[in-house]
């Protein structure tokens, strides 16, 4: 086996670089979510544990990225020796396990944040469906790694008897599955968000922050493209694109998932705009019951540590005599009056 100088080729030094330094900043922004749960004292859930897993494993997509370099990525087949090319093809097995594993639990840090901060039966129901799909996604992309040669050896020895079918088509499709679940999980707040209580302009800043998956699937949609250009016969100069683009997305994944934490940081770095922006979209009256619960008070402040919402719950009948909801948190049930309203910070609950 023998090892290439990775800076030798511009675009593969370019490659590395640019994806150390948003693996980097990713991880900065995993260890800033783990700073605002601490600032608001509020518990690590299943969102935060999948959000490090998915983080673990583009680790290894970055790592796996340089040991292709090494072994004489961008080189034609015919200049690297083939022992080379042979732990490319074992490589690119392990290569699309890490990656399938580290997008789906980037998606479950999505929809564990969404039963987080939602509570309505509608929107889990539907949270969970999404989970479902983005289990079939796993459940089929790691299926395709095993079923796509008979014999399973013929991956890297293509001389063997057997049959492999087509990579390409293969790959691609599979692309189109993530594709499909990244929007599914992107639009679904959407609707329930303009139910809520709250101002427009809250609603829009609501509207960024999950609108920023947006541009993840437009990195699918150009890692989809990439992968129909990869040439099998000649993976090592042609996988260069698929490489560094399966690297970006999940790294970029993990970096949207964590923007929604970050408010309690910014709010602490910047107080007095955090104050203009509480007196702007707060507009309830000081009137009506206060509930002085522990738990409700909890909740109120979790619900505030991630957004300055007036409430994450759409609104009942008002024919409902009261209103239940449970906290992901506290794992309490806590009895509202209906059509709530929560204030500020430090004002309660207010019935409308």
Known sequence: MHLYNVFTYPIVRDGLIANTILVAVATI????????????????????AFCVAAMLHTYGMLAMQYHYARLGMRNH??????????????MLISYQLVYYNAMVLAKFSYLFLYLRIFVTKEFRILTWVC???????????????????TPFERNWNPALPGHCANQNVAFTTIGVFNLLTDV????LPIRFIWKLQMSIATKMALYSIFGLGIFISSITII??????????TDLPYSMIWAAFWSVTEPALAIANGCAPMLRPILKAAFPSLFATANAEYTTQPASGPILSKSNT?????????????TRLEESRSRDD????????????????????????????????
Request: hydrophobic fraction near 40%; charged fraction near 20%; aromatic fraction near 8%.
């Open 321 to 352: 005599d009261s209103l239940n909801y449970h906290s992901q948190d506290d794992r309490s049930h806590v009895h509202h009056t209906p059509r709530s309203v929560v204030g500020p910070k430090g004002q309660g609950l207010y019935t409308t």
């Open 184 to 187: 599914m999980i992107m639009v």
């Open 131 to 149: 989970m479902g799909c983005a289990v079939a996604y796993w459940t089929g992309s790691v299926l395709q790694v095993f079923l796509l040669c």
């Open 29 to 48: 922004l995993v260890i800033l979510r783990f700073v605002s749960r601490h600032i608001r004292k509020s518990n690590i859930w299943w969102d935060d």
């Open 223 to 232: 890692r989809i493209k990439v992968l129909t250009a990869v040439d099998f």
């Open 297 to 309: 008070s909890k909740r109120i402040d979790e619900m505030d540590s991630e957004f300055p919402l």
């Open 77 to 90: 087949i015919g200049k690297v020796p083939p022992e080379n090319t042979v732990i490319m093809l074992k």
